[in-house]
């Protein structure tokens, strides 16, 4: 039959109005002109975190996207015959996680070391380096965690009764250290000598105590210590990536590395790259820890973004620094409740911070700030007004640790499209010694994330690993209930977030973080296919269980890269949920 163009406008117009009206109802209709699928996901619960289809029961995928979001007959229509099917049976998928501020590059730099289980027994903590020193002689002359700065008092004659060798004893917190005789020497800390950075403390007669009180400091000796090696993150690296696919991340923001490392770190992630071994999209940054490390942050952010650009890597980001409540280094608007003639040290001062923030937007790089305090909070905030007033529109803006956000500032978040960076474990319900730090009045509003929430303020989850706990499902359930499964009460329960909220704030909110949101952080068609099946539907049980939740499937870009062991069968070879391969540094994590 011959078409006139009367006709040809015709079917258009019909076609249009189709379109339009499934539009309009939140009908997804596959956008690609594909003939057969990949793989196609059948019987499932997709909680997509789109608004416009926030639920779906079938998910079809082409080489590395998403290419039909809808019900199993519309899916079942993309099967030929070298589709690979699963069949679900009824279990929930959400988009791939993705963190706001995680450190998986220095958790592979130092996974050399050795890992001390925390603890605040200076003797524990001491022994376990003797027994490490005894039992690996030729291993890295570090360790990281026991406690946090501040807690407990080790000293250098401490450490030099274990060994003569330049040795570094990392907080769990990554924001101090403890030192030895040798080392000091080796990084010229002596009597009365100025270093480049804060946090070397000093008796009153200008000795050094082998204390350091800052991040700054503890980096600055690893840095010169040369303690971290290129060869043990080509090893490791792949490791700690398993680990994260293995909580069902496929996305991180990396919140810096130690200045002056970043060279050997970046190489080594590139290479893992290109022999197609890194699973996991990471959004690296560059950090400025002091305002002496500003200079060449510039130059290392000028040399390494246009060389690290793919969807996998890219570094695109300044990360300035701050301190933390354990060691008296974060900025507060009060002084100290435990320490009243103190408020925190002035980090960046403002003039030097609003200068850098202008010219790190103006050069198109991101900027994430470690601000726990809420002076702190304030300065960035301040900072980031000036970037906004100044037309720097595109700069994605970030504020992270934010524990202490002053009620004044909430509403500043949404006026100046700044995400927050929010935690739970360890951080929703403060310990004692934080409690101590701040006083019953500041902790009214510790980390106040309803009242954000409620004024439009974008959240994204994260842990802060290795500092806390990785796990993104414990996280969740200690943001909706404000306490952790050991604890009996809830700290201002009232702040909680919704199960919708808490998942939002752990994938479009970050990925919008990360400039990530187009391609992640939600289920739907265009989209990369990211995606992760869970053991147990959380919206189906008691928020006190969604720490049970184990992701027992975990895919990017279309790719399986994660499966777990559970009880039940493989529906069809090559989508299966039963092959052991958990990996990680924490194998045992959800046993």
């Known amino acids: 039959m011959n078409r006139t163009p009367h006709m040809m406008h015709h079917r258009m117009k019909m076609l249009v109005q189709i379109l339009l009206v499934a539009f309009v109802l939140g009908l997804t209709l596959p956008v690609m002109a594909v003939e057969h699928a990949d793989r196609v996901a059948i019987n499932g619960k997709f909680y997509t975190v789109n608004a416009e289809q926030p639920w779906a029961e079938a998910v079809a995928v082409k080489d590395t996207d998403i290419v039909y979001v809808g019900d199993n007959e519309g899916a079942k229509k993309l099967i030929g015959p070298d589709t690979i099917v699963g069949d679900l049976q009824g279990r929930l998928v959400l988009p791939g996680l993705v963190s706001g501020h995680e450190h998986p590059l220095v958790t592979a730099a130092f996974a050399a070391a050795l890992q001390l289980e925390y603890s605040e027994d200076k003797d524990k903590m001491l022994k376990a380096v003797a027994d490490y020193i005894k039992e690996r002689p030729d291993a890295a002359r570090m360790s990281w965690g026991g406690s946090y700065e501040g807690r407990v008092e080790i000293y250098r004659a401490d450490i030099d009764k274990i060994t003569t060798e330049p040795f570094v004893m990392i907080a769990a917190s990554g924001h101090g250290a403890w030192v030895n005789s040798s080392a000091l020497e080796a990084l010229g800390v002596t009597k009365g000598k100025k270093m480049p950075v804060d946090g070397f403390e000093y008796k009153e007669d200008g000795t050094p105590t082998g204390y350091l009180s800052t991040s700054a400091a503890a980096m600055y000796a690893v840095i010169q210590l040369e303690l971290i090696q290129k ?17 069902g991340f496929t996305a991180v923001y990396d919140a810096g590395t130690p200045p002056g490392a970043e060279p050997v770190i970046f190489d080594a992630v590139s290479e893992i790259e290109k022999q197609g071994k890194l699973n996991l999209r990471i959004s690296a940054s560059v950090i400025a820890q002091r305002p002496i490390h500003l200079e060449r942050a510039f130059e290392i952010l000028e040399e390494v973004t246009p060389k690290y650009t793919s969807e996998i890597f890219t570094v695109r980001t300044l990360k300035m620094h701050g301190g933390a409540l354990d ?21 960046f001062p403002v003039e030097v911070r609003n200068e850098a923030s202008i010219k790190a937007a103006k050069l198109g790089y991101d900027i994430h700030t470690h601000v726990i305090g809420d002076r702190a909070i304030r300065e960035a905030l301040d900072s980031f007004e000036a970037i906004r007033k100044a037309g720097l529109d595109d700069v994605r803006l970030t504020t ?7 009620p004044e500032d909430e509403a500043r978040y949404k006026e100046y499209n700044v995400t927050l960076n929010t935690y739970a474990t360890k951080n929703s319900v403060p310990d004692e010694t934080n409690e101590l730090r701040i006083g019953p009045e500041r902790l009214k509003y510790w980390h106040a994330n309803r009242s954000l929430i409620n004024k439009g303020v974008r959240l994204a989850m994260s842990a802060d690993s290795p500092t806390a706990p990785l796990d993104p499902f414990l996280q969740i359930e200690v943001s909706v209930l404000r306490k952790e499964p050991e604890q009996d009460s809830a700290l201002h329960p009232e702040q909680g977030l919704t199960l919708e909220e808490a998942i939002y704030a752990y994938t479009m909110g970050p990925a919008y973080q990360i400039r990530g ?30 720490h049970d939740t184990q992701a027992i499937l975990t895919m990017l870009n279309g790719r399986i890269v994660h499966e777990a062991s559970i009880d039940w069968d493989s529906p069809i070879e090559d989508f299966r949920f039963d092959a052991c391969g958990t990996g990680g540094l924490d194998h045992d994590h959800k046993k």
């Open 327 to 347: 060691g008296y280094s974060a900025p507060l608007l009060q002084p100290y409740s435990d320490r009243p003639d103190y408020s925190g040290p002035v980090i």
């Open 231 to 247: 060869d043990a993150l080509l090893e490791n690296l792949p490791e700690v990536i398993a680990m994260y696919n293995s909580y």
């Open 517 to 546: 949101n187009k391609l992640f952080g939600s289920i739907e068609v265009g989209k990369r296919a990211d995606l992760v099946v869970l053991s147990q539907n959380l919206f189906e049980v008691k928020p006190e269980q969604y």
């Open 400 to 406: 992270g640790h934010s524990s202490m956000v002053h």
